[in-house]
């Protein structure tokens, strides 16, 4: 599997995989900046001993793990857009059927592992 980022401060590489399922690999949540075209984000901390660092990393990057169709990007918000994906920390369910809501439905699906994961290990 193709590495796609590099922890900045420990090393570490990863792959969508490790991103998705290294228990150590903590998502935070997703930011939306619309500055004429969009741009999300996916922020991840990774909770390791002696490195705590927190990256971020394209919605896109992610694409190839969204099962259900992703509508086309539009310029405009829709209507009624909740806004969740301008706040980094907003992690309930968006019921807007916009480009970036099945990128947010991954995102609610890992932290639900995640913390299933650190559940098991509690």
Same mark, same amino acid.
């Given at each position: 599997?193709?590495? /796609?980022?590099?922890?900045? &401060?420990?090393?570490?590489? #990863?792959? /969508?995989?490790?991103?998705?399922?290294?228990?150590? *690999?903590?998502?935070?949540? %997703?930011?939306?900046?619309?500055?004429?075209?969009?741009?999300?984000?996916?922020?991840?901390?990774?909770? $390791? &001993?002696?490195?705590?660092?927190? #990256?971020? %990393?394209?919605?896109?990057? #992610?694409?190839?793990?969204?099962?259900?169709?992703?509508?086309?990007?539009?310029? &405009?918000?829709?209507?009624?857009?909740?806004?969740?994906? *301008?706040?980094?920390?907003? /992690?309930?369910?968006? &019921?807007?059927?916009?480009?970036?809501?099945? #990128?947010?439905?991954? /995102?609610?699906? %890992?932290?639900?592992?995640?913390?299933? $994961?650190?559940?098991?290990?509690?």
């Amino acid at each position: 599997m193709e590495k /796609l980022k590099q922890c900045t &401060t420990c090393g570490t590489w #990863f792959t /969508l995989e490790d991103i998705l399922t290294d228990p150590a *690999v903590h998502p935070l949540g %997703m930011l939306c900046i619309d500055d004429k075209r969009i741009q999300a984000y996916y922020f991840f901390q990774h909770r $390791l &001993t002696g490195c705590d660092t927190t #990256f971020a %990393m394209s919605v896109s990057e #992610f694409a190839e793990r969204i099962e259900e169709p992703i509508p086309p990007p539009s310029s &405009t918000a829709p209507s009624p857009c909740t806004g969740h994906c *301008v706040h980094l920390g907003r /992690l309930s369910q968006c &019921t807007t059927d916009c480009h970036l809501s099945p #990128f947010r439905q991954l /995102l609610l699906d %890992m932290i639900a592992k995640k913390s299933a $994961l650190e559940d098991k290990k509690a």
